[in-house]
């Protein structure tokens, strides 16, 4: 009687099992009545594939690991080739205009002394066209220039006030 109990005991866990694997691998779930030979064989295939599936992903961390440490390195060699006082920054277009109008006036009055004297005149003109047209697209540029020649340009502003 304890050795029935026992083997009763034993295929009970067995039937566990087996409807456990039955549950667990995609291919067994929606069908019933498989054998047991069935359900062992779907499960090999299922580690199987498991098994491959993980080995890629494997591979895959292994390819992304390697890339990222020649992205370091990248960085690295771009960094290393950094001045120590970090980049330096592009003039704004407000100073390369004051530097190409003083180059234009030392270069034109060199040629010519009396140009200095003219240099002196229209300095304010510049100034006042440098800092109010803008060059972000064709339209602003007429926009703001038209604006800039009726404040600044128009023969009243322009006569000597007395």
Known sequence: SRHISAEQKRRSNINI????LGSLVPTLKSQSNITNAVTLQKTVEHIGKLQQ????LQDEVKRLREEIEELNTSISLCQEQLPATGVPMRKNRSDLMQDNFNEYVKSRTLQNWKFWIFSIIIKPLFESFNGMVS???????????????D????????????
């Not at 099992?17 to 456990?20: A, E, N």
């Not at 599936?53 to 890629?56: D, G, L, M, N």
């Not at 404040?151 to 007395?162: A, D, E, F, G, I």
């Open 17 to 20: 099992g087996f409807k456990t």
């Open 53 to 56: 599936e993980r080995q890629q």
């Open 135 to 149: 060059t972000t697209s064709r339209e602003e540029l007429c926009h703001t220039t038209l604006q800039w020649l």
């Open 151 to 162: 404040n600044h340009c128009s023969l009243p502003v322009l006569r000597p006030s007395k």
